[in-house]
């Protein structure tokens, strides 16, 4: 059970186009889900949460302009990164917990490798 | 100072060995514990939580908290080489928000 499914799992595209990524929990409602940022050989820096029917929570010196979240439903949460230039290059992963138990941890979806030209 | 302090090795130790697997903590508010695995270009996977201190047993798997020390391990008993990974703490004080990781600890384990 709590599998949490991330498409796509690789993404090469140009400067300066906008790429979508996918966050689905499988077999669980999720009224929040967060999204991550790994460098090579580092750990997980979050982004910001999601939340299911409102805006998401930003951490401190991420554009919320650049990295759109949408959350509009209990299993889908959309990461957008618009205008994507070399540098948003990076491994993005997203977590979801189940909705109804309380104290859980997140379950991890299987990233996405965005490389942009 | 990180909030999350785990050395980021790598570890190397023969197949069968135990592995012992650690991080400190400088945030006495932190509650809740995780170890996640991460392969290579794959997403995390979570191996154990606990809630506050005490020891927790899954099968080769037993992670332990000390609040006292702000000391969190993990070990692996009969160690395989598919346990070749890199091995994450995290950390949360307000339930399993907002995680802080440690930078991972990358263990290879060798026939």
């Known amino acids: 059970g709590a599998v949490v499914s991330q498409h796509p799992s690789w993404v090469i595209c140009k400067s300066g186009t906008s790429v979508k990524i996918e966050c689905r929990s499988l077999d669980f409602q999720a009224t929040t889900m967060f999204w991550y940022r790994q460098f090579p050989k580092q750990s997980l820096m979050l982004m910001a949460t999601s939340n299911e029917g409102s805006k998401a929570t930003y951490e401190q010196g991420v554009e919320k302009d650049k990295f759109l979240i949408n959350h509009a439903s209990l299993t889908l949460s959309t990461l957008t990164v618009t205008s994507a230039h070399p540098e948003d290059s990076s491994f993005y992963i997203c977590?979801?917990?189940?909705?109804?138990?309380?104290?859980?941890?997140?379950?991890f979806g299987d990233g996405t490798r965005l490389s942009i030209l | 100072q990180k909030e999350v302090e785990q050395d980021p090795g790598p570890l190397s130790v023969p197949e069968g060995a135990i592995v012992s697997l650690n991080c400190t903590y400088s945030n006495s508010a932190f509650q809740y514990f995780m170890w996640y695995r991460q392969y290579s270009r794959k997403g995390p996977e979570l191996l154990m939580y606990?809630?506050?201190?005490g020891n927790k047993e899954d099968g080769r798997f037993t992670a332990q908290v000390d609040k006292s020390s702000k000391y969190i391990s993990l070990f692996i008993r009969d160690s395989q080489p598919s346990d070749s990974a890199t091995y994450l703490c995290a950390t949360s004080s307000g339930g399993y928000n907002k995680l802080i990781f440690g930078a991972g600890t990358r263990l290879a384990v060798h026939p």
């Open positions: 977590s979801a917990s189940p909705q109804s138990a309380g104290d859980q941890p997140q379950h």
């Open positions: 606990t809630y506050s201190s």
